[in-house]
T-cell receptor, first 115, second 111 residues
């Protein structure tokens, strides 16, 4: 029962380098999300995908792109990393719609440092 | 735009104390308010509150929603060092099923 799997767990990048954070879920959830967490800032939504084939910007999308590759996978790409993107990144998934069982399942996070 | 404000941002208490964490919100179309606990890694779910005045309890933790005051509180009684964590309040509102998080309250429980 893997839930939401994020890779890598840690990454150090140089300014200007690119990389892709991978996220996969095995719960047949329709919706997937990417958040970043900075000290004292809570979790801020970068992008989300309400269903396969759709993606939308969240609160802090600048400098990022996403791909909903299929129902299971939702990747986050940094084309040209900047020190301001140093953060902990969380992927999450949820069932579509809202009801008593609504809730996110989070991945374990990726700690990214841009130097 | 939905907004969630938590207070205090940080709190230091001694084991055995009771704490109350606050969450206030602004939303155009309220669906639910959720509380999460975050230790070293990913947030873990505590409560989902949808109706006003109905207390949810889990052991020493309890939470209640006040829709008139647009707020919620999370109470922890007889705190233990294991309660040390960031407590996040999150709002589910609008037509998209995504959560808006507050900045969190960092709770430190000293022995």
């Amino acid at each position: 029962n893997a839930g939401v799997t994020q890779t890598p767990k840690f990454q150090v990048l140089k300014t200007g380098q690119s990389m892709t954070l991978q996220c996969a879920q095995d719960m047949n959830h329709n919706s997937m999300y990417w958040y970043r967490q900075d000290p004292g800032m809570g979790l801020r939504l970068i992008y989300y995908s309400a269903s396969e084939g759709t993606t939308d910007k969240g609160e802090v999308p600048n400098g990022y792109n996403v791909s909903r590759l299929n129902k299971r996978e939702f990747s986050l790409r940094l084309e040209s990393a900047a020190p301001s993107q140093t953060s902990v990144y969380f992927c999450a998934s949820s069932e579509a719609g809202w009801g008593p069982n609504y809730g996110y399942t989070f991945g374990s996070g990726t700690r990214l440092t841009v130097v | 735009e939905d907004k969630v404000v938590q207070s205090p941002l940080s709190l230091v208490v001694h084991e055995g104390d009771t704490v109350t964490l606050n969450c206030s919100y602004e939303v155009t179309n309220f669906r639910s308010l959720l509380w999460y606990k975050q230790e070293k890694k990913a947030p873990t779910f505590l409560f989902m509150l949808t109706s006003s005045g109905i207390e949810k309890k889990s052991g020493r933790l309890s939470s209640i929603l006040d829709k008139k005051e647009l707020s919620s509180i999370l109470n922890i009684t007889a705190t233990q060092t294991g309660d040390s964590a960031i407590y996040l309040c999150a709002l589910l509102g609008g037509s998209n099923y995504k959560l808006t998080f507050g900045k969190g309250t960092l709770l430190t429980v000293n022995p």
